[in-house]
Nanobody, 119 residues
């Protein structure tokens, strides 16, 4: 079955950087669009970014555009999210999800990794 395991979260100061990883298994990763979504405490899931199956198409929410970079390594079945210039409002649990920008909510996602940005 679909398995998605996120890692790389942690505590960082405002302006700092983190790189999240998501190890995927149980499906044809190289044929699937993938997304990152996040959930802040007390709020719903929020789409962050998506990438096409071959990595050529990428999309970002306006709140992270220019600061976050999504990428993937299909040889390693791994999805990444490079997060730079982090802000306290980026604090959330980050999940990787199978599916693109408009389809991730009906797919599968992992257990999440906590990102905390201190001011």
């Amino acid at each position: 079955q679909v398995q998605l395991v996120e890692s790389g979260g942690g505590l960082v100061q405002s302006g700092g950087s983190l790189r999240l990883s998501c190890a995927a298994s149980g499906f044809a990763f190289n044929s699937a669009a993938m997304s990152w979504v996040r959930q802040a405490t007390g709020k719903g899931l929020e789409w962050v970014s998506s990438i096409g199956s071959d990595g050529s198409s990428k999309a970002y929410d306006d709140s992270v555009k220019g600061r976050f970079t999504i990428s993937r390594d299909n040889a390693k079945n791994t999805l990444y999210l490079q997060m730079d210039s982090l802000k306290p409002e980026d604090t959330a649990v980050y999940f990787c999800a199978k599916g693109g920008r408009f389809t991730w909510s009906s797919g599968s996602w992992g257990q999440g990794t906590q990102v905390t940005v201190s001011s």
